[in-house]
């Protein structure tokens, strides 16, 4: 048994005999998590059964369950942005937390975020991404430039790149209709300029300030004025992007974290010594700030046996497992990178065993940030992806595109009830 790994778990094995079942997406770091199922079973006397399904479906999932009054799930997971609209299906878990000792500030700021619905703890952050830049190393090393460490030293290395070569600086993701992934990367511009997309009680919109329109522009300048963004950028989604740089037609993406793994995998045209990782840029004169994104795992409201949910929750949050669980290489169908502990993060086993990444990614979730959480959120979104598409094409004036956001934005607020008038 891994060193401390008992230290929350409750004596006597008090819930032996149980079945938790959890409801949640394929990933290789759950199909590990099922490889030490009988350690699970040896310290507490739980067995845990995960019943997979497509990652789209998950949230339509839990909120069928939820109106049908099913008790079948004790466990779910989900994507932190859902959490406001699943909240009233979900047990808060600061009674336990406070009880058992466990620490919720053991995670990234982001991910302690992530978990959290209006003051309430509703999770524990079991996945999570980090956004990270990915490089090449050789073509970087060709024009003679280091991997930019802020957003004007992006266009700068980009243009180097370019310059040097028939090859795309930075591949980039404009397009809309796939999952609001144009925000990703936006979001990092807006707040690394002090620009935020609402002011904190919802009550108005803050996206068309002019720092707002400002860090918008230079978004958007990398394909339209500086030219240095991948020619397809402007329809891409982030698989595209990634492509574009596996395939070698890019030097550069900021994408999440896990996508080394593309990169450097059988379907890459690179090999391993020709892709180097960074921290997200930031802007020169600020702090860090980058989007990041969890999945934390939550107790059904409708579970019949919660205690022993929590049980479980208390043994798959461990750092001990998590570590392991990177560290273990040894099955190409569990292995996987994720782990979502500040000290994992920063463990030397988990880095010696995966590159140095973890240490890396560890700076970029410096200042991290997640999606507003609010009901809302998925109709303002999916607005906003919309606008940032169509202003990627030039059409038209960054400020008047951003207005029109904002008057369509702030009908959903009154609507919501947010604000009057």
Not at 149 to 171: C, F, N, P, R, Y
Not at 257 to 268: E, F, Q, R
Request: aromatic letters at 10%; glycine letters at 8%; charged letters at 25%.
């Amino acid at each position: 048994m891994p060193k401390g790994a008992s230290a929350q778990i409750r004596p006597g094995k008090p819930f032996a005999g149980s079945t938790i079942n959890v409801l949640l997406p394929h990933a290789s770091q759950f199909r590990a998590h099922e490889k030490r199922f009988a350690e699970l079973e040896e310290m507490t006397g739980i067995k845990a059964v995960y019943n997979y399904i497509p990652y789209a479906q998950v949230r339509d999932k839990i909120a069928a369950e939820a109106v049908a009054g099913s008790s079948t799930y004790d466990v779910v997971c989900y994507q932190d942005d859902w959490g406001p609209s699943l909240s009233l299906y979900l047990q808060p878990i600061d009674d336990w937390l406070a009880r058992d000792g466990v620490d919720i500030n053991s995670y990234p700021q982001a991910y302690k975020l992530g978990s959290e619905i209006d003051g309430k703890v509703f999770g524990l952050p079991i996945r999570g991404h980090p956004q990270m830049l990915f490089y090449r190393k050789d073509l970087l090393a060709q024009a003679g430039v280091a991997p930019p460490t802020t957003w004007d030293e992006l266009v700068i290395t980009a243009k180097a790149v370019q310059s040097k070569s028939d090859i795309s600086g930075v591949a980039m993701y404009y397009g809309k209709g796939n999952g609001q992934q144009n925000l990703f990367l936006w979001l990092n511009y807006l707040w690394g300029k002090g620009g935020d997309l609402f002011t904190p009680d919802f009550t108005e919109t803050r996206f068309t300030e002019p720092a707002a329109v400002e860090a918008t522009q230079m978004y958007l300048d990398l394909l339209l004025k500086h030219k240095v963004a991948a020619p397809g950028s402007v329809q891409f989604a982030e698989d595209d992007a990634v492509n574009s740089v596996a395939q070698g037609k890019s030097a550069m993406v900021m994408v999440w974290w896990w996508v080394y793994s593309v990169l450097t995998g059988d379907k890459s045209t690179l090999k391993a010594d020709q892709v180097g990782f960074a921290p997200m840029p930031k802007f020169a004169d600020s702090k860090p700030v980058s989007y990041a994104l969890s999945l934390p795992f939550a107790i059904s409201g409708l579970s019949k046996q919660k205690d022993a949910a929590w049980e479980f929750m208390k043994w798959v949050s461990r750092p001990e497992l998590e570590q392991a669980c990177a560290i273990d290489k040894s099955d190409p169908d569990t292995s996987d990178i994720v782990v979502t502990h500040t000290a994992s993060f920063l463990d030397q086993k988990v880095n010696d065993a995966n590159f140095g990444l973890h240490r890396v990614a560890a700076k970029s979730l410096e200042g991290s940030r997640i999606m507003p959480q609010l009901k809302e959120w998925p109709q303002i979104g999916t607005t906003l992806e919309n606008t940032i598409s169509d202003l990627a094409t030039g059409a038209k004036p960054v400020k008047d595109g951003l207005d029109e956001a904002a008057r369509d934005i702030d009908r959903i607020l009154r609507r919501a009830g947010y604000r009057k008038g």
